[in-house]
């Protein structure tokens, strides 16, 4: 799962009605539940793909490294993480938090996630 409060934000962008979100993202590798179970960590560029997106708040304000966040898919709140696979068909909401209180907001009728590029090996997780 991608932990939302170590990932940096490095773009947005608008393709007709499709929102493209790239991350820098902490990913967090676990048999068990990750962000909670003894795992390893990994930096990977990730796109976040909404269709019929749309964008709002500190959108201008990129790279943005995050503090916060939750994925929001049909009214289910998850909070600070992005579980990877990722292929949601409804509602879907991405609210970012940034450490100098800056917000950005993505919308859209479906959601999914792609890696994209190499992982680099960060650390051992322990909780």
């Known amino acids: 799962a991608i932990e939302i409060h170590d990932s940096t934000l490095q773009r947005i962008e608008v393709s007709g009605d499709e929102v493209v979100v790239t991350l820098d993202a902490y990913i967090h590798r676990s048999p068990g539940r990750p962000g909670v179970d003894r795992g390893t960590g990994w930096s990977q560029l990730v796109q ?35 579980s990877i696979p990722l292929d949601h068909a409804g509602p879907s909401r991405l609210e970012l938090e940034s450490w100098n209180e800056r ?25």
């Open 103 to 127: 917000r950005v907001t993505i919308e859209g009728q479906g959601v999914s996630c792609q890696l994209a590029g190499p992982a680099t090996y960060v650390e051992d997780f322990e909780p």
């Open 48 to 82: 976040v793909r909404f269709a019929k997106g749309q964008v709002s708040g500190s959108v201008g304000e990129v790279p943005m490294k995050l503090l916060d966040g939750r994925l929001v898919l049909s009214g289910t709140t998850h909070e600070n993480t992005i």
